[in-house]
């Protein structure tokens, strides 16, 4: 019987998807085929891009033996600890380097490489005329963000929100006078929960309600296993909860309200790296352990359904304003009624914050910060060893374009649904 249900569930989901998901099966997240398919629906505005007279404020060298440089350049096989005695410069002034590894998992993949970079003394980086001194940070190729704005639009936009805000700006990477390309400099997560938010412990979730990695700050780890007995008692108990009572005890562990902002913002976006790509950090509230959560990696955006398909996402959500269904705590605060209302109202207030002024400004900057980089031919050279091959200026501008008016759309199909 339950068999037979199932199926039937299927056949329903099946049929009511619309038709331009059921086209959407590619990997891309806006093509140009879709765009075309979908370009009645959306805003004639469009993005002013102007390129701003800008050039290149943030270069980094990095200086290395011929043999680590080949090496690097592998596909499969490196060692992300191999580096060793290399010089790093940030315009032209040598820095205090303590290590440079390689960092990521999927960028490893690919020849241009991701580096974390551990500094004896701090550096100062002037952004938008105010200086800041770091020490800990990460150089992210951008190897799988399709035209290098993806995840710049999106820290942005979490930045207006108080969500995220981290230190992040463009940089050129340029290995024993090779350039590499175009880089995130970006906050690392455990320097960001523990510098800006005063946290002594952070850990990131991995999928099947389980602990990926934990952080503790200084030499004392005997509160660790508090800590993830704390969050592991979120799936094991609070999740058997129900109304008011599963979203008060919810709300004494957990920033409820910081979460669901995470998943309308998510739902907003077209966020497809989902439950592993978030840590949860311990907030200094007294003796009590609460988490806060660092959102990451937001390359894979601008997606009309989630990894695990539209029609698990129908099964589990229906017509339920979120994205992703792979995790347990998102269906339980989409599921159960009270938490809902209360996930609707923070869905609204992300609506309202998000305006369609701010995206299209968002958008226009972070072109204008581009726009130096992809004027320099060596660059556009470097990017035909990426995920989606070499690019151009042109190119740059219309997947911009697409994805802006995209997100406008979305923007304001969840604006007239709230409303109804």
Not at 96 to 108: A, C, P, Q, W, Y
Not at 235 to 263: A, H, P, R
Not at 387 to 412: A, P, V
Request: hydrophobic content about 35%.
């Amino acid at each position: 019987m339950k068999a037979l249900l199932s199926k039937r569930l299927i056949i329903i989901a099946l049929i009511t998807i619309p038709n331009f998901l059921t086209q959407a099966n590619n990997e891309n997240s806006v093509d140009l085929v879709k765009a075309k398919e979908v370009q009645h629906t959306l805003l004639n505005e469009e993005l002013n891009l102007v390129s701003a007279n800008k050039e290149i404020e943030h270069v980094f060298r990095i200086t290395m033996s011929k043999d680590n440089f080949k090496e690097l350049s592998k596909i499969e096989g490196v060692e992300k600890d191999y580096l060793a005695n290399c010089i790093l410069t940030y315009n032209n002034d040598t820095l205090d380097l303590k290590e440079l590894n390689l960092r990521g998992k999927s960028s490893m993949n690919f020849k241009r490489k991701s580096f974390s970079v551990k500094l004896n003394k701090k550096m100062e980086i002037v952004k938008n005329e105010e200086v800041y001194k770091l020490k800990k940070f990460n150089l992210i190729s951008l190897s799988m963000d399709q035209n290098y704005y993806r995840n710049k639009v999106a820290i942005d936009l979490m930045s207006h929100l108080q969500l995220f805000d981290p230190f992040y700006t463009f940089s050129e990477v340029i290995i024993n006078g090779e350039t590499q390309g175009i880089y995130l400099m970006l906050q690392k997560p455990k320097n960001y929960a523990f510098k800006k938010e005063d946290a002594n412990f952070m850990l990131r979730r991995d999928y099947a309600n389980k602990i990926k990695k934990t952080y503790y700050q200084g030499d004392d780890s005997t509160f660790k296993s508090e800590y993830e007995k704390t969050f592991s008692s979120i799936y094991n108990e609070i999740l058997e909860m129900q109304g008011q009572v599963f979203y008060e005890e919810l709300s004494k562990v957990l920033d409820v309200e910081q979460y669901c902002t995470w998943m309308a913002f998510n739902f907003l976006i077209g966020n497809r790296d989902y439950t592993d790509e978030v840590f949860f950090f311990n907030k200094a509230e007294g003796d009590s352990v609460k988490f806060g959560i660092i959102p990451w990696d937001y390359d894979d955006i601008f997606y009309e359904y989630p990894h695990e398909g539209y029609v698990i996402r129908y099964l589990n959500f229906g017509d339920k304003l979120a994205f992703s269904s792979e995790d347990a705590l998102d269906r339980k605060l989409i599921y159960d009624y009270y938490a809902y209302k209360k996930y609707l109202i923070v869905l609204e207030n992300v609506i309202e914050k998000l305006s369609n002024e701010l995206i299209k400004e968002v958008f226009e900057t972070s072109y204008q910060e581009l726009y130096p980089y992809f004027s320099k031919k060596d660059i556009i050279k470097a990017t035909k060893v990426d995920k989606f091959g070499k690019t151009s200026l042109k190119n740059l501008e219309l997947d911009m374009q697409n994805s802006y008016k995209w997100l406008i759309q979305k923007r304001e199909t969840i604006e007239k649904t709230l409303n109804q």
